[in-house]
């Protein structure tokens, strides 16, 4: 989707969201329109990936590489927000993104929005693959158009949910204060990490330290890496960066709701890369709450402007 009906349709949420409240009749309607928008993304993303041929002939050939490359992308990437996070206390700081008390935990209400988690995880686990299969055994690569144009009318949607509820959120100024500066380090660390996991993961496949900083260097932007490289090195090397990051974007998916179980809120901005600004956005908003959706933008916004920089730089080392 354009980069600037993205920023609209957020924007415009939150614009109209920051005239409402959290108990607004509306603002809880457009969270159940979001969550349901979720449900139809994921499964035209699941689709769209088993009916792509592309995809399925690769798997067999470069499948395994590019599976350990999206991998250690993502951990090396989770890793450096993780530490950054530590070093700066930010998870206790944020608001709502501190470990639980003893008293929430035995809180009735706490409990229930911990089995609307657990139940929202398994949906979006659940939609991932049913559209896989969908796409690969009722599908045959013709329906690409229209699975496209579902993808963007439910991205609308989420992105225009997900402002609201960033606009009705009275916090979300107060976070960014606390903040500050450190906003920009988080997408610089993504970077770093998901390079340096690359680069040593390639380093154990055989490939050039150039070559495997360039796959890493998609941040998950698969389309835009994959031909990059194809044109600046090589048709297998920009095969194997295609699905890395077609990886890097479903493991995402997959993970999101475990990451921010485990490693806290502002981790969950880690995994996704440069898909933070769009595809994957409300699934950080989900997993993490409003308080990390901005940060989660302006990162997913610096690495894709990063790609098209850094691919032929690496290149040409």
């Given at each position: 989707?354009?980069?600037?009906?993205?920023?609209?349709?957020?924007?415009?949420?939150?614009l109209?969201?920051?005239?409402?409240?959290?108990?607004?009749?509306?603002?809880?309607?457009?969270?159940?329109?979001?969550?349901?928008?979720?449900?139809f993304?994921?499964?035209?993303?699941?689709?769209?990936?088993?009916?792509?041929n592309?995809?399925?002939?690769?798997?067999?050939?470069?499948?395994?590489?590019?599976?350990?490359?999206?991998?250690?992308?993502?951990?090396?990437?989770?890793?450096?927000?993780?530490?950054?996070?530590?070093?700066?206390?930010?998870?206790?700081?944020?608001?709502?993104?501190?470990?639980?008390?003893?008293?929430?935990?035995?809180?009735?209400?706490?409990?229930?929005?911990?089995?609307?988690?657990?139940?929202?995880?398994?949906?979006?686990?659940?939609?991932?693959?049913?559209?896989?299969?969908?796409?690969?055994?009722?599908?045959?690569?013709?329906?690409?158009?229209?699975?496209?144009?579902?993808?963007?009318?439910?991205?609308?949607?989420?992105?225009?949910?997900?402002?609201?509820?960033?606009?009705?959120?009275?916090?979300?100024?107060?976070?960014?204060?606390?903040?500050?500066?450190?906003?920009?380090?988080?997408?610089?660390?993504?970077?770093?990490?998901?390079?340096?996991?690359?680069?040593?993961?390639?380093g154990?496949?055989?490939?050039?330290?150039?070559?495997?900083?360039?796959?890493?260097?998609?941040?998950?932007?698969?389309?835009?890496s994959?031909?990059?490289?194809?044109?600046?090195?090589?048709?297998?090397?920009?095969?194997?960066?295609?699905?890395?990051?077609v990886?890097?974007?479903?493991?995402?998916?997959?993970?999101?709701?475990?990451?921010?179980?485990?490693?806290?809120?502002?981790?969950?901005?880690?995994?996704?890369?440069?898909t933070?600004?769009?595809?994957?956005?409300?699934?950080?908003?989900?997993?993490?709450?409003?308080?990390?959706?901005?940060?989660?933008?302006?990162?997913?916004?610096?690495?894709?402007?990063?790609?098209?920089?850094?691919?032929?730089?690496?290149?040409?080392?």
């Amino acid at each position: 989707m354009d980069f600037y009906l993205i920023i609209f349709f957020l924007f415009t949420g939150i614009l109209l969201g920051f005239k409402l409240d959290e108990k607004n009749h509306f603002v809880k309607f457009a969270d159940s329109i979001t969550k349901v928008g979720l449900v139809f993304l994921l499964l035209a993303m699941g689709a769209g990936l088993g009916s792509n041929n592309q995809i399925v002939l690769q798997l067999g050939e470069i499948g395994f590489q590019a599976f350990v490359f999206a991998a250690v992308s993502i951990i090396f990437s989770l890793l450096a927000v993780i530490i950054f996070v530590k070093i700066f206390n930010l998870n206790n700081l944020l608001l709502g993104a501190g470990p639980e008390t003893e008293a929430e935990i035995e809180n009735p209400e706490t409990e229930n929005t911990q089995k609307a988690d657990n139940t929202m995880s398994i949906l979006i686990f659940a939609s991932v693959i049913i559209g896989i299969l969908i796409g690969f055994f009722l599908l045959n690569g013709q329906e690409l158009v229209w699975l496209d144009s579902l993808t963007n009318y439910s991205l609308v949607v989420l992105l225009f949910g997900v402002g609201i509820d960033i606009g009705a959120s009275r916090e979300i100024i107060k976070d960014l204060k606390i903040m500050g500066w450190k906003l920009i380090l988080i997408p610089i660390l993504i970077a770093f990490g998901s390079i340096l996991g690359t680069v040593l993961t390639g380093g154990i496949f055989g490939f050039a330290a150039g070559e495997s900083a360039a796959v890493g260097a998609g941040f998950g932007w698969y389309s835009l890496s994959g031909v990059l490289i194809s044109k600046l090195h090589s048709a297998e090397l920009g095969s194997l960066a295609f699905l890395t990051n077609v990886f890097r974007e479903l493991l995402t998916v997959m993970i999101l709701p475990l990451v921010a179980k485990y490693f806290g809120n502002l981790a969950v901005i880690a995994p996704g890369g440069a898909t933070t600004m769009d595809v994957t956005l409300p699934l950080v908003k989900e997993a993490g709450g409003e308080a990390v959706v901005i940060p989660a933008f302006v990162s997913g916004a610096v690495l894709s402007t990063l790609v098209p920089v850094l691919v032929p730089l690496f290149l040409n080392i």
